[in-house]
């Protein structure tokens, strides 16, 4: 059984549904198995509504898999698609159609039943294990695709807090005497500039290793005007 090759960050839970399982032969299940644990999934069976739902990456991805297309089943299948799509925000149908009458049948059968192209997005292949293989991949690119604007947003975030830390050291060093040591502890010590503006002398003296004189300078510096609005001489 084979890894999938050029995919990054594989791994997470795989519910199956029982009674889907109950359909399906020994053989197939077993591959299921083994790609599964080759792509580092641990594979649980459960009483759920769609097929399969995938946890990967913090993300979950249902499907309904038709591994067999029965004229006698369309109707059911295509009621179980309108009842899901609406349930979950990442979710896929996989049909296996073999042969030429089985995709024309399908062809007809999607739009006698309204469905919207894309939504959700259905997916014909040939053979079962072509199928779960696929199911697998999309697993793996929305997982990625997840961790990826996870990361993206702890970097932005990341930059806001050093930008934002660089206007604190620049507004509390515009204050006479006050080096960036001394803004680093106020900032430990006390917290946010509003904090600081608000902070006693005698508050700061107990709190930080400021001296009197840099106490009493960033307290008058917030209490008067003259102080705070006078440009800073270098």
């Known amino acids: 059984m084979h890894e999938l090759k050029g995919l990054d960050g594989g791994g997470g839970v795989c519910m199956m549904n029982k009674t889907w399982k109950d359909e399906q032969h020994p053989s197939f299940i077993n591959f299921i198995s ?36 029965d ?6 299948l295509f009621s179980r698609v309108q009842k899901l799509k609406g349930q979950f925000g990442h979710f ?3 049909v296996t159609l073999p042969t030429k009458d089985q995709n024309d049948s399908f062809i007809h059968s999607y ?18 294990e072509m199928g779960f293989e696929k199911i697998v991949k ?5 997982g990625v695709c997840k961790r990826q604007d996870a990361i993206s947003k702890l970097k932005a975030e990341r930059e806001r807090s050093v930008q934002r830390m660089d206007i604190f050291l620049k ?19 006390i917290g946010s500039i509003e904090a600081i503006a608000k902070a006693s002398k005698e ?15 960033i307290t008058r510096f917030f209490r008067d005007p003259k102080l705070y609005l006078a440009p800073k001489i270098s």
């Not at 792509?39 to 097929?51: E, G, M, T, V, W």
């Not at 739009?111 to 079962?128: A, H, I, N, S, W």
């Not at 508050?203 to 300078?217: P, R, V």
Request: charged letters at 15%; hydrophobic letters at 45%; a negative charge.
């Open 138 to 142: 999309i697993v793996h690119a929305r």
């Open 171 to 189: 507004m509390l060093t515009s204050i006479p005497s006050i080096d960036n040591h001394d803004a680093n502890a106020l900032n430990q010590a």
């Open 34 to 69: 083994c790609f599964l644990t080759a792509n580092s999934f641990r594979l649980n069976f459960l009483p759920i509504a769609p097929d399969f739902i995938f946890n990967c990456g913090g993300l979950s991805v249902a499907f309904i898999f038709m591994t067999n297309w």
């Open 111 to 128: 739009f006698k039943y309204g469905m919207e192209l894309g939504r959700p997005t259905f997916m014909p292949v040939q053979d079962l």
């Open 92 to 94: 896929y149908v996989v």
């Open 71 to 76: 004229h006698n089943n369309i109707p059911s």
């Open 203 to 217: 508050y700061i003296l107990q709190n930080t290793d400021l001296s009197a004189e840099k106490a009493e300078m």
